[in-house]
Protein backbone atom coordinates (compact mmCIF):
# COMPACT_ATOMS: atom_id res chain seq x y z
CA UNK A 1 0.00 0.00 0.00
CA UNK A 2 1.28 3.47 -1.45
CA UNK A 3 1.54 6.01 1.50
CA UNK A 4 1.58 10.16 0.75
CA UNK A 5 2.44 12.42 2.72
CA UNK A 6 1.80 16.04 1.85
CA UNK A 7 4.15 18.98 3.57
CA UNK A 8 4.86 22.47 3.64
CA UNK A 9 1.35 24.38 4.53
CA UNK A 10 0.16 26.96 6.00
CA UNK A 11 -0.84 30.92 7.22
CA UNK A 12 1.06 32.88 4.29
CA UNK A 13 0.16 36.57 3.20
CA UNK A 14 -0.72 37.43 -0.02
CA UNK A 15 2.13 38.02 -2.64
CA UNK A 16 4.08 35.39 -0.51
CA UNK A 17 5.63 31.93 -2.42
CA UNK A 18 5.36 28.58 -0.62
CA UNK A 19 6.79 25.11 -1.50
CA UNK A 20 4.69 22.05 -0.90
CA UNK A 21 6.13 18.77 -0.81
CA UNK A 22 4.67 15.40 -1.15
CA UNK A 23 6.83 12.13 -0.36
CA UNK A 24 5.96 8.42 -1.11
CA UNK A 25 6.37 5.02 0.16
CA UNK A 26 7.56 2.28 -1.94
CA UNK A 27 10.34 1.70 -4.94
CA UNK A 28 8.08 2.64 -7.41
CA UNK A 29 7.93 6.04 -7.86
CA UNK A 30 9.43 7.53 -10.53
CA UNK A 31 6.79 5.02 -12.85
CA UNK A 32 3.45 6.95 -12.82
CA UNK A 33 2.35 10.34 -12.90
CA UNK A 34 1.95 12.18 -9.76
CA UNK A 35 -0.56 15.37 -9.85
CA UNK A 36 -1.23 17.99 -6.85
CA UNK A 37 -5.16 18.85 -6.44
CA UNK A 38 -6.50 21.09 -3.98
CA UNK A 39 -10.46 21.90 -2.06
CA UNK A 40 -11.19 25.32 -1.31
CA UNK A 41 -13.60 25.15 1.62
CA UNK A 42 -17.65 23.85 0.36
CA UNK A 43 -16.08 23.03 -3.57
CA UNK A 44 -15.15 20.04 -5.05
CA UNK A 45 -11.61 19.16 -5.35
CA UNK A 46 -9.90 20.48 -8.52
CA UNK A 47 -7.07 19.47 -10.92
CA UNK A 48 -3.95 21.78 -10.16
CA UNK A 49 -0.80 20.29 -11.45
CA UNK A 50 0.40 16.53 -12.82
CA UNK A 51 3.80 15.85 -13.78
CA UNK A 52 4.31 12.23 -16.48
CA UNK A 53 7.01 9.77 -15.42
CA UNK A 54 8.84 10.64 -18.65
CA UNK A 55 12.73 11.73 -19.65
CA UNK A 56 12.37 14.42 -19.18
CA UNK A 57 8.73 14.68 -17.24
CA UNK A 58 6.28 16.16 -18.96
CA UNK A 59 4.05 18.82 -16.72
CA UNK A 60 0.18 19.63 -17.24
CA UNK A 61 -1.49 22.47 -15.27
CA UNK A 62 -4.57 23.95 -14.71
CA UNK A 63 -5.58 26.82 -16.75
CA UNK A 64 -5.80 28.94 -12.85
CA UNK A 65 -2.32 27.42 -12.11
CA UNK A 66 -0.13 28.20 -15.44
CA UNK A 67 2.16 30.91 -14.87
CA UNK A 68 2.35 30.69 -10.93
CA UNK A 69 2.74 27.07 -9.80
CA UNK A 70 5.49 24.97 -10.97
CA UNK A 71 5.42 21.05 -10.23
CA UNK A 72 8.73 18.93 -10.45
CA UNK A 73 9.67 15.62 -9.07
CA UNK A 74 12.83 13.89 -7.08
CA UNK A 75 13.18 10.10 -8.17
CA UNK A 76 15.89 9.80 -6.08
CA UNK A 77 14.12 11.43 -2.78
CA UNK A 78 10.45 9.92 -3.91
CA UNK A 79 8.85 13.30 -3.44
CA UNK A 80 7.07 15.52 -5.75
CA UNK A 81 6.73 19.28 -5.16
CA UNK A 82 4.68 22.21 -5.87
CA UNK A 83 6.07 25.79 -5.97
CA UNK A 84 3.12 28.33 -5.78
CA UNK A 85 4.34 32.34 -6.55
CA UNK A 86 2.16 35.16 -5.66
CA UNK A 87 -0.24 33.47 -3.48
CA UNK A 88 -3.58 34.79 -3.78
CA UNK A 89 -6.12 34.53 -1.02
CA UNK A 90 -8.41 32.76 -3.47
CA UNK A 91 -5.79 29.66 -3.43
CA UNK A 92 -6.75 29.12 0.23
CA UNK A 93 -7.51 25.44 0.48
CA UNK A 94 -5.95 21.62 1.12
CA UNK A 95 -3.90 20.69 -1.09
CA UNK A 96 -3.73 17.07 -1.70
CA UNK A 97 -0.88 15.35 -3.98
CA UNK A 98 -2.38 11.72 -5.96
CA UNK A 99 -0.41 9.14 -7.86
CA UNK A 100 -2.05 8.04 -10.53
CA UNK A 101 -3.51 4.82 -12.07
CA UNK A 102 -0.70 3.12 -13.83
CA UNK A 103 -0.07 3.73 -17.32
CA UNK A 104 -1.39 7.20 -17.70
CA UNK A 105 0.81 10.60 -18.62
CA UNK A 106 -2.06 13.01 -18.34
CA UNK A 107 -3.98 12.71 -15.56
CA UNK A 108 -6.05 15.93 -14.48
CA UNK A 109 -9.58 14.08 -13.58
CA UNK A 110 -10.05 12.71 -9.95
CA UNK A 111 -10.89 9.23 -10.98
CA UNK A 112 -8.01 9.07 -12.43
CA UNK A 113 -5.65 8.54 -9.57
CA UNK A 114 -5.56 5.41 -7.14
CA UNK A 115 -3.88 7.14 -3.96
CA UNK A 116 -4.25 10.08 -1.99
CA UNK A 117 -2.61 11.92 0.77
CA UNK A 118 -4.42 13.54 3.71
CA UNK A 119 -3.66 17.04 2.13
CA UNK A 120 -2.16 20.26 3.74
CA UNK A 121 -3.74 23.66 4.32
CA UNK A 122 -2.80 26.32 2.98
CA UNK A 123 -4.35 29.77 4.00
CA UNK A 124 -3.64 32.64 2.34
CA UNK A 125 -4.60 36.04 4.20
CA UNK A 126 -5.33 39.42 2.31
Known amino acids: QVQLEESGGGLVQAGDSLTLSCSASGRTFRFYTWGWFRQAPGKERDFVAAIDFDDPPATYYADSAKGRFTISRDDAKSTVSLQVNSLKPEDTAVYFC??????????????????WGQGTQVIVSS
Open 98 to 115: GRARAGLRLADRELQYEH
